[in-house]
DNA sequence: CTTAATCCTTGAAAATGTCAATCATTTATT
DNA sequence: AATAAATGATTGACATTTTCAAGGATTAAG
């Protein structure tokens, strides 16, 4: 997962376009690859003006949210490891976006919980996101978008269409 | 892109569930970097009984295939540095599996091509990652993955249906 | 009360990503 | 044709990321 592009000006259509023909450019894996990795490079660069990166960004808008997630829970949903979540929260925490509390029945667990401040930030970097969201995939129609939100969802969940 | 899943036993529904609640929930790259490392960690468990990776598996898939791929095609297909196309293709080409060929209008260039055993290989290596793509992917109906395919291709490729 | 398990944290080792320099060759410019 | 600029492969150095094992604090189980 963790690929990366090397000149974003130009989605995939390079001298090697012509490898498209072989039988991997079907894949899913494959396919869900290439367009991570792209969504990625833009990602970062819309996040970069704020200090962020995709994993700092994604650990701050879980800590938005009434829901105050622990540092395990942070490791497993993001497929990090704890470790991992460690540094990002060190780093998150020293720049005043989010707090630890103690856990409220366990006091081994850590909240991580946004700061107003976090907040802030976060609602800017959520737009400059889901702008080169949009960007990205400005060539497929709503309905197409809307699908594919809705099929992604589905796999990566297993298929409870509970949430919104 | 690049991350990995600690537990491959539980597809996503571990004790972070209710963390689907939180807004990048619907974020397509986010769902996009949780299916694809998901899939990374299938593909690399059933590549591996072959001595492959996702990386080593894709070069020679292309090597496959009568188009003569170009290590510098290789590596901006795969979105990777050339150096580590050189990397792979050193171990790929030590275990006989792929060769190296001088380009043929340009000498500075090398073809890279698979032998007759690493045709076979690939043969055996792909039913596995076909088989545990179906395996990940067992919760949709067959109309949804056509149709994740066709969306993923379109978003990929800037909307040219030129390829099959 | 003792043992085992869990959560966070630390640090080291392995793997991967990134970048600049080099050689051989090709392309462009004079 | 001669020189200069550009390109493909390769190497090696360096930074970042991933992966693991071990530790202290706390909780759960026996």
């Given at each position: 997962m963790t690929q990366q592009v090397?000149?974003?000006?130009?989605?995939s259509g390079g001298a090697?376009?012509?490898?498209?023909?072989?039988?991997?450019?079907?894949?899913i894996g494959f396919l869900l690859a290439k367009l991570h990795a792209a969504g990625s490079v833009l990602n970062n660069a819309a996040l970069a003006e704020f200090g962020l990166k995709e994993r700092s960004y994604s650990v701050l808008a879980l800590a938005c949210?009434?829901?105050?997630?622990?540092q395990r829970e942070l490791a497993e949903f993001l497929s990090l490891d704890p470790s991992q979540i460690v540094a990002l929260i060190d780093e998150l925490e020293q720049r005043g976006l989010v707090e630890r509390k103690p856990g409220i029945?366990?006091?081994?667990q850590k909240l991580v919980a946004a700061t107003e401040g976090g907040r802030t930030l976060h609602a800017a970097a959520q737009n400059a996101t889901q702008a080169a969201e949009s960007r990205q995939l400005e060539m497929l129609t709503g309905e197409e978008v809307a699908s594919l939100r809705s099929i992604l969802r589905k796999a990566v969940w297993s298929g409870n269409p509970a949430d919104r």
């Open positions: 090397n000149d974003a000006t130009e989605s090697s376009a012509r490898l498209a023909e072989s039988s991997i450019s079907t894949d949210g009434d829901l105050g997630p622990t029945s366990d006091r081994r």
